[in-house]
């Protein structure tokens, strides 16, 4: 699972959309690589004294469609090589979801777990202080990711506004409501994915009785709790989190284990759960299964034992080029990340409109947006499927490959 090479997985994606697009060489080398990139290194002051040194990355993959958008990584194994994955696949995401954005990534390599408040305020700041001349509403406009939060957005958009010396809150997107953020955006992530499974439920004439989860971090927890509201139901019988996976077949109550993990940190040891292993809760037998943790959890070695009828991709790229032939091959209803997890960067260019105009949105306006946004989004790829003849993720790959080229070309870039 390890040997897998994220960015290659990208491109490799890229170029068989490309090839099914008869696109020539020039746009398929351009969509292939990164537009810019930026490597740096930060000095920061910790609470002991000393200084450390962080090695830190800004990818702006594609800004054909419109400003680069991606989220900000504080993780202890960052590499350039996940970070342009992460902003090609944000390319593919916002073409998809069909927003005039860009993609791009961005991250430090640091523990945060080992770091107090104070210092990862001073990693914010001086990761800011690294590319503040090359973000902005009108350049791009990064997120939190994993590790990162919107306490840290508000660090850094500090940061930035002292800089340049203006009031700019939209540089950057998933705030606090008082400091420019939107109605909508801490569930809208998993509101987005919970809507493309109900149209795949729709389609397939299937009932969602039981789901489980992959990750019981922020989008896997708002998966659980949206269940009710959007599908009418449906069993969790089993979540997951880097410290246990839990499993009872006869439920959990979606708040209440949400109220324990947030309390004691993991889903571990809740009441009434049956530790199993993880490799186990992704082919247990479910109406739906939502891979929400890190990339390449399906792969060649689990694919053929996955049981669920319909798998909604919130993390990105969980499952590798392998697997997905598998899983098409076994009638798997797959609804691959740039379209299960495009809510959230959805929801972002809601935030970045309303702080544009200082003007803001109800929550059920935004609500109703995204919906109509994703559930567009999810019969345009049903629609690619059919027509091309591939599995879902080649056949969404198709529909943002062809957007973003069409605008390279519209620009005389090719």
Known sequence: MESYNSFK???????????????DSATCDLLMWPQREFTFTIPVKMDNGSVKIFHAYRIQYNYARGPAKGGIRFHPEETIDTIRALASWMVWKTAVADIPLGGGKGG????????????????????????????????????PDVYTNPQIMVWMMDEYETIVNNHNPGVLTDKPLQVGGTEGRRDATARGGVTTVREACKLLKIEPKTFAIQGF???????????????????????????????????FDPKELVTHKLKTGSVKD??????????????????????????NSLTADNADKIKAKIVCELANGPTTPEADIILYQKGIHVIPDILASAGGVTVSYFEMVQDKYSYFWEEELIHERLDK?????????QDAIKEKKVHPRLAAMVVGVARVAEVCKLRGWV
């Open 9 to 23: 997985v990208a491109q490799s994606q890229v170029l068989e959309a490309a090839k099914l697009l008869n696109l």
């Open 108 to 143: 430090v390599r640091c523990d945060p777990k080992k770091m107090s408040e104070r210092e990862l305020e001073n990693v914010s700041r001086a990761y800011i202080r690294g590319v503040a001349q090359h973000i902005g509403i009108d350049k791009d406009i990064p997120a």
């Open 217 to 251: 971090g922020n989008a896997g927890q708002r998966a659980a709790l949206l269940h009710e509201e959007i599908l009418g139901g449906g069993k969790l019988i089993a979540a997951s989190d880097s410290r246990a996976a839990i499993y009872n077949p006869k439920g």
């Open 270 to 295: 809740f009441p009434g759960s049956e530790i199993i292993s993880h490799d186990e809760l992704l082919t247990l037998n479910v109406d739906v299964l939502y891979p929400a943790a890190l990339e």
């Open 373 to 381: 946004k994703l559930t567009k989004a999810y019969h345009t790829v």
